[in-house]
């Protein structure tokens, strides 16, 4: 796995400190308490970086660690459970990721270049060593020291902790299950290299009621710099992401599915992840063409826990209202001025947004409003919605290219776009005249026809006047 790793990591080292998660390496269970399992994962963190990482004890230079664990059950991925953060304390000069490493011996106040660290899940579940994520922003990667003191009441505390019912396997038949770790570093964070710092790796549920434990998937390896989210799409190749970049804060992700029903309607699944936006968000806004009807409305969120939330509150575990009209579907909860523990999107949390309409999918643009005051106040992004442009701009064609196969007699016409925002939307080509309307899968669509001996004309009818017409010659 090593030889693997370095591979993967060593392509172009970043500017300046930069921490990943190089490998979840173990897991362990704490114990159940009320219908809650705690667990605890280990973590490899690598500077792939071309300077030293801080990794100081008893101060406010050195990273933490998020621990999340999401399921994939009937289409709709979710977030499960979430830990506290482990803070560092030093560092082992190891070489998971690079045998360039030449950090010299012994638990350092620092990570070196190409070196890496291992943490394990007894230490990341160790609960005198876990603060609240509430403390940290992730965006510059600073929080106060000593972290807030917060007591521990049971084996639960601080841990990343799972309702059962989310295990159990006669109620999740099929789930697929994820577990995360996520470093946040202020260094590596004030030099932008912030966005690579979570990774996944399957997990399977072994045991029975009240008795749940995780497992590794035999044969997986640590997803290294994919953010748990992109699982999804790993998993579904119906699934779409897209990334939203907040000015001067941090990053979103939001991925999406739309299934037909075979009946006039389509379900709509969005997952809105915000990997380290301090900002957070407060609202969630899908158009809906007028006069749609729109049912089976839902959302998930995931509860923070142990007591955790900012100003001396906790943290609100309320859903996000929702109203159907005007032309839009909006989730929203309580703005930061009215509430500063209102159930926000916090950094390191993933909520679900759903409902089906009658409907077919058109590309649409998404509204998240941010929940801390400041400029802009909300950002969008292209996913599918209901009622949306079903026209592929020519801006979106990369290419447009036309043969013929004389073995067989046909001519095959392709349009290839530049990304796969416009996927599941229709392209029209036209082969001699005979027009063909097809859905574009994998940023791709193909029609095919046998048309003979000669010479044979390919256009891209639909979006028009995009690229000129093709002739290809079958002799």
Known sequence: MAVVLMFAVRAGAQVGPDVITGSLSEL?????????????VGTISCNIGDQNLEWIADSNRHPVIAQNLYRLKDGQFEQIGMSWLKHGFCALQQTLCSDQCNGGFGCLDYLSVNCSDPYSAGLNGNQFGLGPRSEVNPVTGSFPWPYGDYPIVNDLSFRLQVNNRDLNPSRNEGALYFI????????????????????????????????????????????????????????????????????????????????????????????VYNMNSHRSGQSFTIPVTPGAIVTNVGYHDIDHHSGEGENGGAYK????????GDGFITWTTDDYDTDVNANALRWGTLFNFRFTANVAPGLSTAILGLFRPGTPDAVDVDVLGPGGDTTVPCGAIKKFVARC??????????????????????????????VRSVALVNRRAKY????????????????AACKDPIEVNCD
């Open 405 to 434: 196969n004389p073995t067989s007699g046909k001519v095959i016409g392709k349009v290839v776009t530049n990304n796969d925002a416009y996927d599941g939307l229709p392209v029209e080509i036209g082969i001699d005249g005979n």
């Open 317 to 324: 575990g309320t859903d996000w209202a929702v109203t159907v």
């Open 180 to 271: 995360e770790g996520h470093y946040v570093h202020r260094q590596d964070a004030t030099r932008d290299n912030d966005n690579n710092n979570a990774s996944y790796r399957r997990v399977r549920v072994v045991g029975s009621e009240p008795n749940y434990n995780l497992f590794f998937v035999d044969g997986t390896t640590t997803q290294q710099m994919r953010p748990a989210i992109l699982a999804w799409e790993d998993f579904d190749s119906t699934v779409k992401s897209a990334t939203i970049d907040v000015p001067s804060d941090g990053r979103f992700i939001v991925a999406y599915k739309v299934t037909d029903n075979g009946d006039g309607t389509y379900n709509y699944e969005y997952a």
């Open 28 to 40: 362990e269970r704490w114990g159940t308490v009320n219908g809650y399992t705690a667990f605890s």
């Open 448 to 463: 095919s026809r046998i048309a003979g001996p000669g010479s044979h004309t390919v256009e891209l009818v639909t979006p």
